[in-house]
């Protein structure tokens, strides 16, 4: 491959943004962040972007962001999480189930577990495809793949994204289910990562690898306009590079 993890995940976040919708990515959300940038330089130039803690935020504050995803308006949200299990639920607290031991504690959702209910459609995403990050139940839900039907809810979780693979969230079942392989990786190698039912029904495809246009556009475009920006700088100055 000619490309790094970090280059193939911003491609594939890239194309889950659609023209004309507000699309959106938190704080410390370098990978979406490029993501963001490199759809609307390629395919979605009349997306609203909103990628907080930068330039590219109308906000000064986060209190008019919330809202904003409350009146159902946020069309597209990336979020992470340390866990994600086969509901779409994503843990960013803590390990372990036992809140009074656990093992490690994180920062937590800010908010994200609101705008896991708000956007019309959020993509959870992974660096790491392994058993431990991928798992069968999280050991805290930060935020909820699927609620009650009585609950007032205005998106869902569309799809789990990771270096490995590609899942699609089914909503009537609350379950995601493995939709392609990104290669060279195998389904060998996704079942042997992965801590969940994976979900088949059929033959799996491959996942379309980044293109050269795709690349040399973030390379190119993207990255100077990361740094000229101030855009998690360093980080685009390293990682976006090439192998």
């Given amino acids: 491959m000619d490309y790094n993890e970090a280059e193939l995940l911003a491609v594939l976040l890239s194309r889950e943004v659609r023209d004309g ?71 960013l607290h803590q390990l372990s189930p036992d809140r009074e031991k656990p093992i490690a504690r994180f920062p937590g959702g800010y908010g994200g577990g609101l705008i896991y209910y708000c956007a019309r459609r959020t993509v959870v995403f992974r660096t790491e495809h392994t058993r431990r990050s991928l798992v069968e139940k999280v050991d805290y839900i930060s935020a909820a793949g699927s609620s009650p039907p009585d609950v007032l809810r205005l998106g869902n979780p569309s799809k789990a994204i990771t270096p490995k693979a590609n899942f699609r969230f089914e909503k009537d079942e609350g379950l995601l289910r493995l939709d392609t392989i990104h290669p060279p990786w195998t389904l060998d190698d996704i079942q042997a990562n992965t801590g969940f039912d994976l979900g088949l029904n059929g033959p799996v495809k491959a996942t379309p690898a980044p293109t050269s246009e795709e690349l040399h556009t973030l390379r190119q475009v993207i990255r100077r306009k990361m740094i000229d920006s101030g855009t998690y700088a360093e980080w685009a100055r390293k990682s976006l590079a090439g192998v």
């Fill in 21 to 91: 919708e507000i699309s959106a990515c938190g704080a410390l959300s370098q990978i979406p962040a490029a993501g963001l940038l490199l759809a609307q330089a390629l395919h979605a130039p009349n997306a609203e972007l909103i990628i907080l803690n930068s330039v590219f935020n109308p906000f000064h504050t986060s209190k008019p962001f919330h809202f904003l995803a409350q009146r159902g308006e946020l069309g597209l949200f990336f979020a992470s999480g340390i866990q994600i299990d086969r509901h779409g639920n994503y843990n």
